[in-house]
């Protein structure tokens, strides 16, 4: 709910579920002064803010279709054990969430440089 009133990321969870890469186990906590903005089913903290412009991203929405084929064939020891379907579904999961993922990649991304465009105008 938090990312739907961000500044930064209000405009991406307007509508539709987003789908971004989720390649592993580990987590984090969030700090004190962090606001929680996405949360993940498999890994439940998956990015925060600290004020108005640090953020923190722990999913890979920057991910290309290369890049998560690699890291799949690259870690087949922990892909066996715990998602072992992967690898033959990969090019339909890539198909069906890669564009969404890479525009929401595209949209943060724009708007971060906006942030800092419009704070250096006005200093």
């Given at each position: 709910a938090a990312a739907r009133d961000?500044?930064?990321?209000?405009?991406?969870?307007?509508?539709?579920?987003l789908y971004l890469a989720e390649f592993h186990s580990q987590t984090f906590d969030i700090p004190d002064a962090g606001t929680l903005l996405i949360e993940g089913e498999e890994c439940r903290n998956q990015a925060f803010r600290i004020d108005a412009a640090t953020y923190a991203f722990q999913a890979?929405?920057?991910?290309?279709p290369a890049s998560m084929t690699q890291w799949v064939e690259g870690s087949e020891t922990l892909v066996s054990k715990f998602v072992p379907d992967l690898p033959t579904r990969l090019p339909q999961l890539i198909n069906k969430y890669h564009y969404g993922s890479h525009d929401f990649c595209w949209k943060v991304g724009s708007a971060w440089f906006g942030q800092i465009a419009e704070r250096m105008t006005r200093s």
């Open positions: 961000d500044a930064l990321l209000g405009q991406q969870f307007a509508a539709d579920p890979h929405f920057e991910v290309t």
